[in-house]
């Protein structure tokens, strides 16, 4: 069993920073993805940013130069330091950890609501 615990989020001012934690726990394949999602009301989830275990970081373009995506393999924990922030980063964000053995395993985080006020 597999669980992914985010923390971090909260309300922030436009302009300010905010740093999003998830961490893993279980029985957990050591070369995996893991990422941040982020779903605003009435819209799809979206990617924000992944890295793989060996650090290869990939990031939506509406983030680029404003979020830093992060993680420490020894703790399987990812974070996301999200600076320069605007109302339209409202969302929900979700922790992702993805790996595949011949079948794809795909275990999210519960959410953590990040609010930025205009």
């Known amino acids: 069993q597999v669980q992914l615990v985010e923390s971090g989020g909260g309300l922030v001012q436009a302009g300010g920073s905010l740093r999003l934690s998830c961490a893993a726990s279980?029985?957990?394949?050591?070369?995996?993805?893991m990422g941040w999602y982020r779903q605003a009301p009435g819209k799809q989830r979206e990617l924000v940013a992944t890295?793989?275990?060996?650090?290869?970081?990939n990031y939506a373009d509406s983030v680029k130069g404003r979020f830093t995506i992060s993680r420490e393999n020894a703790k399987n924990t990812v974070y996301l330091q999200m600076n320069s922030l605007r109302a339209e980063d409202t969302a929900v964000y979700f922790c992702n950890l993805h790996w595949k053995i011949i079948v794809s395993k795909d275990y999210w985080g519960q959410g953590t609501q990040v609010t930025v006020s205009s």
């Open positions: 279980g029985s957990i394949f050591s070369l995996n993805i």
């Open positions: 890295i793989t275990n060996g650090g290869i970081t």
